[in-house]
């Protein structure tokens, strides 16, 4: 396993991180849920990445439960707030980040997380509020360091020369192969603001494991034949031309002795300012497999040539 800094910080995340949308919150068994944390801190996975929203608190519930006998130090534990808890309960206004944060840390059974996010940008609030009730966290002791996730450039950069409040350490936005959205700004300008990117999805909600096959029913107990997650999958596994492109891929992850899902990540982690790629798993033996991607060196040009497949594929679809 690698490890990266974090931004500014002064953490070092493995450059694998685990994650808990798609587990936790999405049908997955509580039992196998704990062996996969268990099996992700036994691979030297150190970030772990949920949300208060995941389950509505079940997958810190979880958490909580699977990380109690740990060593805290041990390991990067990051959490997030924006979305309805409940019909009053959402954004980041100060009486919301100081009471979803407290919520947090009761269910994930700690004092403190290391890293607290905004899930999304709340335009109903000011942004000096925000930035203020998240500079308190930190000096209350609940939050060593802050972070966004899908934040408007033009906010990040305002929030980043506001005075006198904390400076958020990472950004967790979407990015892979087939979304490359963060490259045009916010790759460039967090990197030059001791931003560091936490990405999610970087398997393309599954996608680029080339699973989907062109024309073909989705295997059974997939992610796309979930009635809770199929739906964010519908698009993508309709784009014929994406999944003939991820298949034409195959040879290339072959020649770098990497599954296509261990190739994916690995180009992901090509990129410097990525601290770390978010993985999803139902089942322990997927960390095992995708883990190798941390330790992979791949040639730049097996990368071009799978750009090269998917960037029309993608245009077209």
Not at 92 to 118: F, G, M, N, P, T
Not at 158 to 174: D, H, R, W, Y
Not at 225 to 254: C, I, K, N, Y
Not at 255 to 263: E, H, I, K, P, S
Request: aromatic content about 6%.
């Amino acid at each position: 396993m690698h490890y990266r800094k974090l931004g500014s910080s002064d953490l070092t995340v493995s450059t694998i991180a685990l994650g808990s949308w798609l587990t936790y919150s999405g049908g997955v068994e509580k039992s196998q849920s704990i062996a996969c944390v268990k099996r992700a801190l036994e691979r030297g996975i150190t970030l772990i990445d949920t949300a208060n929203i995941y389950g509505k608190g079940a997958a810190e519930t979880v958490l909580g439960e699977a990380l109690a006998d740990v060593k805290r130090d041990s390991y990067i534990l990051a959490t997030k707030l924006y979305f309805p808890m409940t019909e009053t309960d959402k954004g980041l206004s100060r009486a919301q980040i100081e009471k979803q944060l407290d919520a947090s840390l009761k269910r994930l059974r700690v004092d403190h997380v290391d890293l607290y996010q905004c899930h999304r940008y709340d335009a109903e609030t000011p942004l000096h509020e925000t930035m203020e009730a998240l500079t308190a966290a930190v000096k209350a002791g609940k939050t060593r360091y802050i972070g966004f996730s899908e934040w408007p450039i033009e906010k990040i950069r305002e929030a980043t020369e506001m005075a006198g409040v904390e400076k958020f350490v990472s950004s967790q936005p979407q990015y892979s192969m087939i979304w490359r959205k963060p490259e045009a700004e916010i790759i460039p300008y967090c990197a030059a603001h001791g931003i560091s990117q936490i990405v999610w999805s970087p398997l393309g909600q599954g996608i680029l494991t080339g699973k989907y096959k062109p024309g073909a029913q989705p295997p059974a107990g997939s992610r796309a034949t979930s009635a809770t997650m199929g739906h964010f999958l519908q698009d993508l596994t309709e784009r014929r031309a994406v999944l003939e492109a991820v298949q034409a891929m195959r040879p290339l992850a072959d020649r770098a002795g990497l599954t296509l899902a261990q190739f994916a990540l690995a180009w992901v982690l090509r990129e410097p300012n990525i601290a770390a790629a978010i993985i999803g798993a139902s089942h322990p033996d997927q960390i095992d497999e995708n883990i190798k991607a941390s330790d992979a060196t791949v040639d730049p040009a097996l990368f071009a040539q799978a750009e090269a497949l998917l960037t029309p594929a993608m245009q077209a679809a």
